[in-house]
């Protein structure tokens, strides 16, 4: 029987030296050092966020105090979590601080993007204006507002001087507490969202404003059929960040309230925070993380199953 002949050949028409057909030695090399350029970000990435999750899981399931024996619970820690009326009033508290941060974050954020168009004056130095709370430390932010909202702070000297009558204590107050937090915070967090919105809509064709504005379309015409459909993009992006990030809120009630009164104004990660390094179970605590990092996995994706039904990337 005839040897079969494996040798591959240079494809027809291909120049003197080509590779055989069916090698791609350059394919090889490339992804070799491809490899190598990425080798730092994927150990970070093992290194500083894969195993601190995988150890956050596994110390989920035991009872792992600072200092002393850990026991395996299983699942204890999430069913005590589930029946526990203070980590339920946190879940609350969070949920509530979103509802009332994101839209009013956006609204805010986008309305100041559309009213600093290209015709407004000093609109450079609006821009820097409105970002400089993103850039300045979220500790100073949150220490001059604890000023602003204490009793005989400038809100309630000013009441005093203008109505005669004092302010509400923000800080001290049930009911006002959480609107206090969600305040500083949207003044603390639009700048981000503004740039954001503010490119956005420097994307969008003068001409076709333009042809709107003769068709007889009206400033809010043009905004919902023109502007609106090619900044969705942004605003989902805008839209998802933010959820994220108001989700993990820490430091606003954190300083401002120490999450009181009571516990009206404690966060998930402030419950995080206070079972692990204050009360040294770090079991409970990486189950409450878990049970976070659960609903923002979960808010985000519906939130990119829904985004087909408004989002237009082809405008």
């Known amino acids: 029987m005839a040897a079969v002949n494996t040798t591959t050949v240079a494809p027809p028409g291909a120049p003197p030296g080509a590779a055989p057909a069916g090698r791609r030695p350059g394919l090889r090399r490339d992804g070799r050092y491809a490899g190598l350029f990425l080798a730092p970000s994927l150990a970070g990435l093992a290194l500083f966020t894969l195993f601190p999750t995988a150890m956050a899981l596994g110390i989920s399931l035991f009872d792992w105090p600072v200092f002393g024996e850990r026991t395996f619970l299983g699942i ?46 000093g609109r450079q130095a609006f821009r820097v204006l409105f970002f400089i709370p993103v850039m300045t430390p979220m500790v100073a932010n949150v220490m001059v507002w604890r000023l602003l909202f204490q009793p005989g702070g400038l809100i309630d000297t000013g009441m005093q001087s203008w109505f005669g009558v004092n302010a509400p204590n923000f800080l001290g107050s049930s009911n006002w507490a959480m609107p206090a937090i969600v305040a500083m915070s949207i003044w603390q967090g639009f700048g981000y969202n503004f740039l954001v919105f503010s490119a956005a809509l420097d994307q969008v064709p003068q001409s076709q404003l333009e042809s709107a504005q003769i068709d007889g379309a009206g400033p809010l015409q043009r905004f919902r059929y023109v502007t609106w459909p090619m900044i969705t993009p942004s605003i989902f992006f805008a839209t998802t960040m933010t959820l994220i990030t108001s989700f993990q809120v820490f430091a606003q009630p954190f300083i401002l309230t120490q999450g009181g009164p009571g516990v009206s104004t404690q966060t998930i990660v402030m419950y995080v925070y206070n079972q692990g390094w204050q009360f040294l179970t770090m079991g409970l605590a990486s189950a409450a993380g878990w049970v976070l990092f659960v609903i923002i996995m979960g808010i985000t994706a519906i939130q990119f199953f829904g985004q087909k039904r408004w989002v237009h990337y082809d405008v």
């Open 76 to 121: 204890d820690n999430y069913t005590h979590l589930l029946n526990d009326p203070v980590f339920r009033r946190v879940v609350l508290n969070t949920t509530l601080f979103v509802v009332l941060y994101v839209p009013l974050n956006v609204v805010v954020s986008l309305g100041l993007a559309v009213w600093l168009g290209p015709k407004i004056r």
